[in-house]
């Protein structure tokens, strides 16, 4: 049996400068934009295959994904990343969707 259609949001439109602020904020910790943390590197995160970045350890669940990171799959992920990918590895979400909004305008401007 085969799960229901996911329904896709695109995001609002966001500030590219605020999602900067935020990324400095919430997303450092565990990321970086040119390099592996504990998390995967963020350059050019947009249009890529989910798991696919060369040189990072993605869980199987990730790895094994064929979605690509548009920003609706950005805006379902930074919201819930379990119910996108059941068995992922992030803990940690983005409740405001003004705030994901403006981190996925970042995110954007990274390639």
């Known amino acids: 049996?085969?799960?229901?259609?996911?329904?896709?949001?695109?995001?609002?439109?966001?500030?590219?400068?605020?999602?900067?602020?935020?990324?400095?904020?919430h997303?450092?910790?565990c990321h970086?934009?040119?390099?592996?943390k504990i998390g995967?590197?963020?350059?050019?995160?947009?249009?890529?295959r989910l798991g696919s970045l060369p040189g990072y350890t993605y869980s199987a669940e990730l790895?094994?994904?064929?979605l690509r990171w548009t920003p609706q799959t950005l805006n379902a992920w930074l919201e819930d990343p379990e119910a996108l990918v059941p068995g992922q590895r992030m803990g940690f979400a983005i409740e405001s969707a003004q705030d994901r909004a403006d981190l996925i305008a970042y995110l954007a401007t990274l390639q």
């Open 1 to 25: 049996m085969s799960a229901p259609a996911r329904e896709w949001i695109t995001p609002a439109t966001g500030n590219a400068l605020q999602g900067a602020a935020l990324y400095q904020t």
């Open 27 to 29: 997303c450092t910790a």
């Open 32 to 36: 970086a934009i040119d390099s592996h």
């Open 40 to 48: 995967p590197a963020h350059r050019r995160v947009v249009g890529r």
């Open 63 to 66: 790895a094994q994904s064929r």
